[in-house]
């Protein structure tokens, strides 16, 4: 059992040097903040759930320590607690997760990976909106907050710009850090349902490797679900995005954006199911990543679109029945 903690104990601070690293402001420090729920999570699926939330109380208190705090809270709102309650969601057994005509038919199942991908999206989606009520709560309006955001980063963009790019005729520095500022909290929500994701799957893997994963290794391309509920919802972002007005607006893009992201890994995982057994799969599907890469503006749609029809014509299952009933 003390084995155990001491383990969970050194993963929560290592965690928490993670995070604290990116204070350094450079590529590689917040490259490593990204990192920053993996060791969690490794915990939570070698060690066990409580390791897990050992591990996550750690962490909190680690940043706290290192840094302030303020960053302690805000670094287990949004990272320690969403990267343990995942992990906690993958490892969980009931059978409310499997259908059966009524209670007696049901026996216990592994929680669906869809279910886990919708509550990241959630989670994440939670996550910027507490950004933005947080703009507007602080400088007492929204107008306000992103006028006086823009002030204090105008200096950085600057100076980012002079050494990166140059901005198109007619768009001013000021005009570029509004565009920032305003869209800031839906980059953050998208990067860290990106970020959670990632290394849900990654500590996923380091446990299947060590054996230590309880539960069998799904296949993602078919067990990939997401419920129907997420693309109405999807679509209702969209239409709010498009008929309210800041910050109402921004908050309907918040979900729009988390929604589509997680519809666009559905519509990955449909094309590597349906492409299954083709000759040529694996330059296709090269390809498409490649294209999703270098023009995402372009073919993310497009997938993402499928990943809705997915979840309502269920492509995939139909496919697989269709196998079945060949002689």
């Known amino acids: ?50 390791m897990g939330a050992v591990a996550a109380l750690t962490a909190c208190g680690g940043v706290a320590a290192l840094l302030d705090p303020s960053s302690g809270a805000v670094f287990g709102a949004c990272i320690a607690l969403p990267a343990w309650v995942l992990s906690a969601l993958s490892c969980a057994r009931a059978r409310f997760f499997r259908r059966g005509k009524n209670d007696a038919d049901r026996l216990p199942d592994w ?20 950004a933005l009520i947080s703009l507007i709560v602080v400088y007492g309006g929204y107008e306000k ?36 500022v305003r869209r800031s909290p839906l980059m ?32 993602l391309p078919e067990s990939l679900a997401l419920p129907r509920a997420l693309g109405v919802a999807l679509v209702l972002c969209l239409g709010l995005a498009f008929l309210l007005e800041d910050p109402f607006r921004q908050a309907a893009w918040i979900g729009a954006a988390v929604f589509a992201g997680a519809y666009a890994m559905q519509g990955l995982a449909l094309v590597h199911a349906l492409t299954r057994g083709l000759q040529f799969r694996n330059p296709l599907i090269f390809t498409l990543y490649l294209v999703c890469a270098f023009a ?20 995939r299952a139909r496919r697989v029945a269709a196998a079945n009933a060949k002689p």
């Open 1 to 50: 059992m003390m084995q155990r903690i001491a383990i969970a104990f050194g993963a929560g601070i290592v965690a928490a040097l993670l995070f604290a690293v990116m204070a350094k402001n450079t590529p590689l420090a917040t490259i490593l903040a990204s990192l920053a729920p993996l060791p969690i999570v490794i915990a939570s699926f070698n060690w066990g759930v409580d």
């Open 111 to 130: 929680c669906p990976i869809g279910i886990v991908v919708t509550v990241a999206a959630i989670i994440s989606a939670l996550i910027g909106l507490g």
């Open 145 to 180: 907050g992103v006028e006086a955001v823009v002030r204090q980063v105008m200096p950085n963009v600057q100076e980012a710009l002079d050494e990166v790019i140059a901005l198109p005729s007619g768009t001013s520095v000021q005009d570029f850090a509004t565009l920032v």
């Open 188 to 219: 953050l929500a998208s990067v860290m349902f990106l970020t959670l994701c990632a290394n849900l799957y990654v500590g996923a893997r380091v446990a299947q490797v060590s054996q230590a994963l309880k539960r069998p290794w799904p296949s």
């Open 296 to 315: 995402p503006r372009w073919i993310l749609p497009v997938v993402t679109f499928f990943g809705v029809m997915e979840s309502f014509l269920s492509m």
